[in-house]
């Protein structure tokens, strides 16, 4: 158990809807990082937070949106979402910013968009 | 464009031999590697890593080899246990001043036989 949480675990909407993904870091982790792993598909980075401020930017699409709230837990907003949005998608979270920061990830959430 | 690339979907080592997983990438502005391993149902966990100023870093039955000038690394288990029958995912950081983006391959998965 990495102590990071993700809810829901599982998740089956039609396309054009909204979801809302949720994290919490382990205690004490000031960043939180969004991921997407599409079948046969390495980890795609999308978004980091530290301390409630974005960080870096990957590759996320401008229907997704992300925020970090002040409790430190953090939400990903799949919007208009598409057949091809359906991953699992993963959060991770680490103490600071430094690249030798371990992180830590969740077990994930599985979308499915039918 | 994969800029991080894992060209072995899956290797087969008999326990107790050695285990080689290679990575290739591109970036020639990629600073920072490192492995992850997942298991099925769980997201990835921190491995190992190495600094673009090192060519080998080593952490008990692993090591990670770095070769800058092929812009290749390798991560190398001896000896192979059945328990490191998993996903290994190589990444690749870039970035400055604790802003980074981080590239996965899409994974080797390893299986180990007793």
């Known amino acids: 158990d990495s102590g990071v949480t993700q809810t829901p675990k599982h998740l089956i909407t039609a396309t054009g809807q909204r979801v809302t993904l949720r994290c919490s870091p382990r205690?004490?982790?000031?960043?939180v990082y969004w991921y997407q792993q599409s079948l046969d598909q390495g980890l795609q980075f999308l978004i980091q937070?530290?301390?409630?401020?974005?960080?870096a930017k990957g590759n996320i699409l401008e229907r997704f949106s992300a925020q970090q709230f002040p409790d430190l837990h953090s939400e990903l907003n799949l919007s208009s979402l598409e057949l091809g949005d359906s991953a699992l998608y993963f959060c991770a979270s680490s103490v600071g910013v430094g690249r030798w920061e371990t992180q830590y990830f969740g077990p994930g959430t599985r979308l499915l968009v039918l | 464009d994969q800029q991080v690339k894992q060209n072995s979907p899956s290797l087969s080592v008999q326990e107790g031999r050695i285990s080689i997983l290679n990575c290739d990438y591109t970036?020639?502005?990629?600073?920072?590697f490192l492995w992850y391993k997942k298991y099925p149902a769980e997201g990835p966990t921190f491995l190992i890593s190495i600094s673009s100023i090192k060519d080998k870093n080593e952490d008990g039955r692993f090591t990670v080899f770095l070769n800058k000038s092929a812009k290749h690394l390798s991560l190398h288990i001896v000896p192979s246990q059945p328990g490191d029958s998993a996903v290994y995912f190589c990444?690749?950081?870039?970035?400055?001043?604790?802003?980074?983006?981080?590239?996965f391959g899409t994974g080797t998965r390893l299986k180990v036989l007793a």
């Open positions: 205690s004490g982790d000031l960043s």
């Open positions: 937070y530290y301390n409630g401020e974005e960080r």
């Open positions: 990444a690749a950081s870039e970035g400055t001043s604790g802003t980074y983006k981080y590239i």
């Open positions: 970036n020639s502005m990629f600073d920072y």
